[in-house]
């Protein structure tokens, strides 16, 4: 289903530093690192991100980061997600 809300969590990957070792698609059991056969390289699905940061601990060359999205949705009385 196609959500239009900002994800809770936003992953940062040092292109420079990432050597494509697939650790972090390993270590990730929520699905939101992956890696794209096509372009040969590893990419996130931040909307699967559960903020774990289990990536970010066994990342051997330290690539990636997880922050809290500052655009994460917020309940408020003129908006809530099923209206």
């Known amino acids: ?8 969590f936003s992953i940062e990957r040092d292109e420079k530093k ?6 972090c698609v ?6 939101a690192q992956y ?6 390289e590893v990419k996130s699905r931040e909307q699967n991100c559960a903020g ?3 990536c970010v601990v066994f990342c051997p060359t330290q690539a990636v980061n997880i922050r809290r999205n500052a ?10 997600p099923e209206l």
């Not at 990432?18 to 650790?23: D, F, L, S, T």
């Open 1 to 8: 289903m196609k959500t239009y809300l900002p994800s809770k």
């Open 26 to 31: 390993n270590q990730c059991t929520f699905d």
């Open 52 to 54: 774990c940061h289990r």
């Open 18 to 23: 990432c050597v494509g070792c697939r650790v």
């Open 71 to 80: 655009l994460e949705y917020r309940e408020n009385f003129n908006w809530r």
């Open 35 to 40: 890696f794209d056969e096509e372009e040969n």
